[in-house]
């Protein structure tokens, strides 16, 4: 039985946490990260070989796009308001009993 949780009224929901973001999908728009405010997820770059690196002003012209990637997926809390913006539908949510 997959787990449930209560709004501030008494309301039952089952959440749905983040569990990956496609890579290929995502176009680093950071909409998602925009209202997610528990710092689930962060942007990083990807380089022409295709490999994720971090930003920083050193290696930005070394970028061909961004990205989001998970940074703390154990803070999130299901809500859903990141799938909610995508305008990709690049991320997968689970139930906690699919995790």
Same mark, same amino acid.
């Given at each position: 039985m997959p787990m449930t949780a209560v709004t501030r009224d008494g309301r039952t929901y089952t959440p749905e946490f983040l569990d990956?973001?496609?890579? +290929?999908? @995502?176009?680093g728009c950071g909409r998602c990260?925009?209202? *997610?405010?528990? /710092? !689930?997820?962060?942007? !990083?770059? =990807?380089? +022409?070989?295709?490999?994720v690196v971090e930003l920083d002003d050193e290696d930005d012209d +070394?970028? +061909?796009r961004m990205i989001m990637v998970l940074a /703390?997926?154990? %803070?999130? !809390?299901? @809500?859903? %308001? *990141?799938?909610r913006v @995508?305008?990709?539908? @690049?991320? &997968?949510? =689970? &139930?906690?009993?699919? %995790?």
């Open positions: 990956a973001i496609d890579a +290929e999908k @995502c176009i990260f925009k209202v *997610c405010g528990r /710092d !689930v997820m962060r942007l !990083v770059g =990807v380089d +022409e070989d295709g490999t +070394e970028i +061909e /703390d997926p154990g %803070a999130c !809390v299901g @809500c859903g %308001a *990141c799938a @995508c305008a990709k539908g @690049c991320q &997968t949510h =689970v &139930t906690v009993d699919a %995790a």
